[in-house]
């Protein structure tokens, strides 16, 4: 019997996955099933133009509402898989219903990471991963006198600039020395600090955090270790997010840092493949797994997910990419350096500005590039990537050298 094909994670991931098996002409039965109520959407609004309101969530919607019946996708929201059952091929629902599969698609994304505080489960303390979370965080900027917000990093910094805007004071607690510290090196972090400090946001890095201090059942402020209490009326607790892997590992999946998947994204499991934040996948060109928690993954690795399941030779070898808008500083960012893993960075462009490419370089090979309110340079900055080659500095960091002559 062939149940078909099912996909578990109705986010943007399922979503492409769904676009792509029936694309590539997949034609039998192709179920999604997803915890969330909403039809599938792209993350990136939620911190950006749907939570600062300047952006609708249609919008954000990965298909319109009659794609999923016109395509004959059956679309099962508000659907969560409790169990899969791999020798007889079939998946457990929350309401006790079981759904047999050929092939098995996990995309079920990542979960907030939490403190072990005590008070964050305070009715005004906020996550940032779902629609309703980005409703409740913007209906709180039209009451509240100033954010707290735990950890900067891209949905922390993400926030306090649409909060900032929306006439918020927010105040940005950090354990590192400074903001995005980790992703891109004293270097850059510099430059979002400087620009988050010019927005008037109070950053309070190399803090420990000790306490979310409750008053009358609501969170009003946070306590340091040196015993400094910062006031405030919401809390944004932004400390990352790990991926969702329970379901896989109670099934018995190879799991380490995400679902263990190889270039085609086929797990431990012939029959289970996984994609987007919770595939940990063999990249080619890196020579090692990697998991990148981003949009571009999300929509990119789902054509080669659908390739799979269909029994088709793939390989996933984009290279990571990564976005954000910052009030007036966009950003794009090509390549993967890990914390400690380059030599140098190399500017082109006027920092003072924010107008540049930042070049991460390792034995003088570009690794990685990020382009900050220049535009239409992806291309020649993948290219620098990809052809691993020793490349003359000087050259590399003179704005009147094309870019394609490297």
Not at 154 to 163: L, Y
Not at 313 to 331: I, N, V
Not at 340 to 356: H, N
Request: charge should be negative; glycine fraction near 10%; include cysteine.
């Amino acid at each position: 019997m062939d149940d078909g094909f099912v996909l578990v994670g109705a986010g943007l991931a399922g979503g492409k996955a769904a676009e792509a098996l029936r694309a590539q002409g997949y034609d039998g039965r192709l179920t999604l099933l997803g915890s969330e109520r909403h039809r599938p959407y792209e993350r990136p609004p939620l911190s950006k133009g749907y939570l600062a309101r300047s952006q609708p969530l249609e919008k954000a919607y990965v298909h319109p509402p009659n794609w999923y019946a016109d395509n004959e996708v059956e679309l099962r929201s508000g659907t969560t898989v409790t169990a899969i059952d791999r020798a007889g091929h079939r998946v457990r629902l929350s309401d006790g219903d079981e759904l047999g599969y050929r092939k098995l698609l996990l995309a079920t994304g990542a979960i907030p990471r939490s403190l072990p505080l005590a008070g964050l489960d305070a009715p005004n303390v906020h996550l940032l991963r779902t629609v309703v979370d980005a409703d409740a965080l913007a209906e709180s900027f039209t009451g509240i006198r100033r954010l707290l917000v735990i950890g900067a990093g891209w949905i922390g910094m993400e926030v306090a600039a649409v909060a900032r805007q929306a006439g918020v004071e927010v105040t940005i607690v950090e354990a590192a020395e400074l903001p995005l510290l980790r992703v891109l090196g004293p270097e850059l972090a510099g430059v979002f600090a400087d620009l988050h400090r010019e927005h008037g946001v109070d950053l309070r890095l190399g803090a420990k955090l000790t306490e979310v201090v409750v008053s009358d059942g609501r969170a009003a402020g946070l306590r340091l270790a040196d015993g400094t209490v910062l006031d405030g009326d919401a809390v944004l607790v932004a400390v990352g997010v790990a991926p969702a892997v329970q379901l896989a590992a109670e099934a018995g999946l190879e799991v380490d840092n995400g679902v263990l998947v190889d270039a085609s994204l086929v797990s431990s499991d012939p029959d289970i493949v996984a994609c987007g934040d919770v595939a940990n996948a063999l990249s080619p060109f890196y020579g090692k797994r990697i998991r990148v928690e981003h949009w571009a993954t999300a929509l990119k690795q789902p054509a080669t997910a659908a390739r799979s399941m269909r029994g088709e030779s793939a390989t996933y070898d984009e290279l990571p990419y990564f976005y954000s808008d910052q009030y007036d500083l966009g950003m794009e960012y090509l390549g993967y350096v890990e914390p400690g893993g380059y030599d140098e960075v190399v500017f082109r462009g006027d920092r003072a500005s924010r107008e540049f490419i930042a070049f991460w370089l390792s034995g003088g090979r570009v690794i990685a590039g990020m382009n900050v309110n220049v535009w239409d340079v992806t291309d020649p900055i993948k290219a620098l990537v990809r052809s691993q080659r020793t490349i003359d500095r000087e050259r590399l960091a003179d704005p009147t050298v094309p870019l394609d002559s490297l």
